[in-house]
């Protein structure tokens, strides 16, 4: 195996050869969602950085990695020795990658990137800083297939279908949606790059992913048919004669480029800038009309249908049994068992596995105990795996793919005897949790509105966490999906409308760096709760079921509706979860959704 | 005098004349601000509609007007037998102004305004729809200067010096500030556009419009020479000589286009198309390049400085001594003395005039008794001015300019005995009036962010209200004055992070149509509250000083936290207007102050 340095050697006397300036590595595949297989893991490969947001830029005497506040800790660590150096992303005030190629490059430079794996709006952002330099771009060029000689090919897993009883609706009609959406916006081609969008649209799900559901796929829907880009064998026959039917044509997933080359030029195209690459949109025809929009489907699948609904209600309660399970059997190991994290993660999966409907972890699960639950993005299985000791606080944040739903939920307890200081920060998270879980709003509020609700208590204290408050989750794919979300920001789904039936997390947490870390997560979904001469107003079902641990709670902090809510929570946990549970965990859980003492 | 229709008619033959198919007329003066001399008032002239958002829009078979929600029902009060139909604008679907001269007119017709009262940015959403169609656009018409004989002059009252004791901050250092930024920016010229910002940098107030002390004028800041436009007669001879000092030259007004024309076509000009006109903009020399942004001034007014503060605080004393006064002789009237809701709105202003540094009203005093409570912008001068009776609601939403700054307050007093909803609802408005006041926040927090705080008590029991919470407040200049505004929208103020300094209003609302309207406005003050290990956390003094009515207020809804907060505010305010009453009225504030009961 070569090391990082020799690799970059490689790279930079490749780029030499090509006359390239910069040489521009993002963390991502062709379909430019979040999570990417082993076979476009260049970034760890390269530099051994493990983070799920980074960008390399590599000159002849410069090689960085960018990534955001969530991982300058774990990239300092992991990027010693390596050759690249930490830059800081992010609202840090210093240049971000494109920023820093405008500023640090000559005039007339030249830098590339594998267009496959950039996105058009990446590409944009580039040549708008670049341009006065007169800095030209190159973007079909792979300096690393060559180098990568033991690179994993990509899964050749079997797609399946997706059966009605869980998703609801049925190909055809969702089809049929798709198309009125694309007459009303008068577009004649809608170009879906996410596969997720792919998976919802077919009633399919692929297991080309480690925590996604998801068959790595391309389509371009027209009025009549729908062409299919995808590995032909990984497609059971049964399928492919359902897709006939319906006239979806099943074309090689490499001849995505050169079919969108052959579309008519004088029609319309729509597309998710954010999530085409380049390489797909230097194949439209001249002439095409582009519209650029966050796709159809996209926008379809996050609203929840009755079904959809009606399957997360159960999936939460098999996801709160083996939570439950998970939870007695830590807490009655002989204290001399010096368990450790990954332990712990591989105890949650083995409790979830016993549901027929699981098809694996949501994302990699985060068992972070004392000051590895600072990073709010530890994970044992690339953080230092420490044993799970008596007198901390300990983070489980986990979750689970079933055919029937999603699930993502966060649980912090105290594994001995809690101070005064951290019950004071969990009560603080907790009434923060409730703020948002309990908000009514009119139809129409926005992400960015109710992010408050569950900081606010922090911010009384002057404590705030570094993340937003909620993302969008998919049914039985993505745990993050968009459009909708909670946070701060405005510069993403924040500003798409809460609709009932949007699935969506909460959770408000907050970091002591080298002490400890809360975070409280459950998953909410908006329904109509009433309407007035004021209009439609609206309001959150908490659906996931776990105990919160009472021990660290400060009860005086807490109001009366505060206390309310978090008993008749408990009493809903206990009576829905209880069932499932031998006699022995039943006492057990018992006793944890017991009543507050008033 | 010449009617409606008859003015309609006229315009019409003049289009018909010059084969303009649409003539577009706003609400607006060369300025472009809020505030609009009567010189300008061209909309109440033609059609009747007084109210301070509008657009009309004439073609041969057609005359609308758009205007908000705010104003639906006045304006078609208003409208009736004027020619002219309500077309509502804002959140309704319906096609706005632009969008329906794009949706109506033919391909290559022409449409027309006057390019002196039209921005920027007016013009260019303008021909973002109707580009489409070919349609062409003359932006030199002024179709009512020939019409409107008898048209009011724009003033000739003399501009006068504003203090350093009132300012705190002298013109020579204001200019230097202001040329600091324009460097990193790299601009070379400054264009400012607004007389609030010519007033604040030039240390002067002028008299030209009736509720903002300003002086209509331009300014052009170079980075040696600032150039000066306004009518040199209104600017008295010891301010002339101060500005020949630092080389402020004196210009007439009429000649700023000429000017611009003149400037080097190889320089830079910052200048804010929202606040820019056509007819300046389309003087500016070809190849001079344009960088376009709120004002520099704008930015740095916003943030008010030490000695402004000290004298808000001082201000807001007077204010509500004399508010105290006014309702002290309210509540002592006679109870067979009918009193109008004009007759309030002017003994409000006999006892704000009672100090010297008084100047005016800071807008039209609203004293809206009953049902006339719910329309959000009622003044008696424009609407009913009804009768005040003895069993319903009075609102009253008054303010001052003084030369030691500008307030802007309202109180919702029950005249009668209250009802168990009007106590509800007032209960309501005023926890969301302490939520805010009480917020605390980290450094960078949005005012998008902070508007739920206001709103949250009213949308829990399916209630709301339709314009924003809070506005900037100018320093003895506009009452509204940005860029800082709390609004749940996101397209203008509302994404400036809130500084210390910042004055702004705090006024959650219920309008309940038919029956009365309830809204309590303060003015509140962002300052440092504390410096933790995560950041820095801001937070709110509220400034204005009159006694909020409990006999509108249902105890049982007022948490400890906000009973706590309304004793201390009572307390300050009887502590601080106290000493300036007389005998009686102070007996009668202390009634008014006392703590609430447990």
New interface residues.
């Given amino acids: 195996m070569i090391s990082a340095n020799e690799k970059l050697a490689h790279i930079r006397s490749e780029m030499q050869k090509n006359s390239i300036d910069a040489y521009i590595i993002p963390y991502a595949d062709p379909h430019l969602g979040e999570y990417i297989p082993d076979h476009w893991q260049i970034i760890p490969w390269l530099c051994g950085f493990t983070g799920s947001a980074a960008t390399l830029v590599i000159t002849d005497s410069f090689a960085g990695l960018w990534t955001d506040s969530r991982y300058f800790i774990q990239a300092e660590q992991q990027l010693a020795g390596s050759g690249f150096e930490l830059k800081k992303a992010g ?1 840090t005030g210093s240049p971000d990658y494109s920023q820093w190629i405008a500023g640090n490059l000559n005039e007339k430079s030249v830098v590339a990137f594998d267009g496959r794996t950039f996105s058009v709006s990446m590409k944009r952002k580039l040549e708008s800083v670049t341009a006065r330099k007169n800095i030209s771009i190159l973007s079909d060029c792979d300096l690393i297939s060559e180098l990568w000689t033991d690179r994993l090919p990509l899964s050749s897993e079997k797609a399946f279908d997706h059966p009605i009883e869980f998703c609801g609706k049925d190909r055809a009609r969702k089809i049929s949606e798709i198309r009125e959406q694309m007459k009303i916006m008068n577009i004649d081609y809608h170009l879906l790059t996410s596969p997720e969008d792919v998976m919802w649209m077919l009633n399919i799900r692929g297991k080309d992913l480690k925590y996604s559901s998801l068959l790595l796929s391309f389509v371009i829907v027209g009025m009549d048919q729908i062409l299919f880009f995808a590995e032909e064998n990984k497609i059971p026959m049964v399928l492919a004669r359902t897709f006939d039917d319906l006239n979806i044509i099943m074309l090689p997933y490499e001849e995505t480029d050169g079919m969108i080359s052959t579309l008519p030029s004088d029609s319309t195209i729509l597309l998710n800038p954010l999530s085409t690459s380049v390489l797909l949109q230097n194949a439209i025809p001249p002439g095409m009309k582009i519209v650029e929009d966050i796709s159809i489907p996209t926008k379809l699948k996050s609203v929840k249908n009755k079904v959809e609904l009606e399957n997360i209600s159960r999936v939460m309660v098999k996801d709160g049994v083996a939570l439950s399970k998970f939870f007695y059997w830590f807490e009655n190991q002989p204290p001399d068992n010096q368990l450790t994290e990954l332990q712990l993660a591989e105890k949650i999966l083995e409790f979830r596995a016993k549901n027929t409907a699981f098809l694996g972890p949501s994302f990699s699960t985060i068992v972070a105990y004392g000051e590895n639950g600072a990073l709010p993005h530890y994970s044992p299985a690339t953080g230092s795996n420490s044993i799970i000791g008596n007198e901390s606080l300990l983070m489980i944040d986990s979750g689970g793919q079933y055919l029937d739903g999603t699930t993502d939920i966060t649980r912090t307890i105290s594994t001995g005897k809690a101070t005064a200081k951290q019950k004071k920060d969990f009560t603080l998270v907790l009434k923060g949790m409730i703020g948002l879980a309990t ?4 139809s ?3 992400g ?6 569950a900081r ?1 208590f922090l ?2 204290n ?3 966490y570094g993340h937003g408050t909620g993302h969008g989750v998919g049914f039985c794919l993505n745990v993050h999906e968009g459009p909708q979300s909670i946070s ?1 920001m ?1 510069n993403n789904g924040s ?1 798409t409308p809460i609709e009932p039936g949007m699935l969506i997390s909460n959770e408000p947490a907050i970091y002591r760096e080298g002490e400890y870390g809360i975070r409280t997560e459950n998953l909410i979904v908006c329904y109509e709760y ?3 001469e ?2 439609q ?1 609206l309001g959150f079902d908490t659906v996931s079921l776990c105990y919160i641990d009472k021990s660290l709670i400060n009860l005086t902090m807490l ?1 009366e509706k505060e206390i309310k809510w978090l008993d008749s929570y408990h009493m809903e946990i206990f009576d829905k979860v209880g069932p499932f549970l031998s006699e022995a965990e039943n006492e057990w859980l018992k006793k944890k959704t017991s009543a507050l003492q008033h």
Avoid: S
Wanted: charged fraction near 25%; avoid cysteine.
């Fill in positions: 609202n908000a009514r709003f009119p129409g509020t926005k960015y509105q109710l992010d408050i609700l606010k911010w009384e002057g404590l705030n701060p405005t500003k009433e309407e007035t004021f209009g107003f109001n």
